[in-house]
């Protein structure tokens, strides 16, 4: 009777893309907003982090970056007008100089403001987790009303279009088969 030789080895299966979900910014989770085991989306907000405190950060960096603006506005003009009195010798060179330095250092400030509305905004956005993949979601290791940090991990995205297969076996069962 012919005989079909057989090898069975132990495998595992493995998602190709496994993503852990941690807040970018510390604070309150105000809402879960995914089905433990469900699909999600790349994009899709999961978790949600109490957001006054980022808005008001922002609030406070634009009226910085507004009154910065408005200082610097000021001393260009005044800049302007000290050119006029310098090409009349109604003012001194050192006066002239002042005022010059002084409005690349009121420029200096706007740009640092804005700046920090910049990263007070980026704060604001990172407030809303989101997936950065598509695929299934595992259950929220931290619930509404808990604070976290950005050590935490909140849940974790696993894909599930493609998979990676592998078996343990010794060298010369695999040059074998």
């Known amino acids: 009777k012919e005989v079909i030789e057989t090898q069975e080895f132990s495998g595992r299966l493995e998602a190709i893309e496994r993503v852990e979900i941690r807040p970018r910014v510390p604070g309150y989770i105000t809402s879960v907003s995914f089905t433990p085991g469900g699909l999600v989306r790349k ?52 006066e002239f100089d002042e005022r010059s330095a002084g409005l690349k250092e009121l420029d200096a400030s706007a740009r640092s403001a804005q700046a920090a509305v910049e990263t ?25 009303g808990n604070l976290v940090d950005q050590n935490a991990v909140l849940t974790s995205v696993v894909s599930t279009d493609r998979i990676y297969a592998s078996f343990d076996g010794d060298e010369q069962t695999y040059l074998r088969v």
């Open 43 to 94: 994009g899709d907000v999961l978790f949600t982090i109490d957001a006054r405190p980022y808005q008001a950060e922002l609030n406070r960096a634009e009226g910085n970056a507004n009154s910065a603006n408005a200082r610097a506005g000021l001393a260009k003009v005044e800049l302007t007008r000290a050119e006029r009195l310098l090409a009349d010798k109604a003012i001194a060179q050192r």
């Open 120 to 144: 007070a905004r980026l704060n604001l956005a990172y407030t809303r987790v989101v997936s950065p993949i598509d695929g299934r979601v595992s259950k929220a290791e931290i619930t509404v």
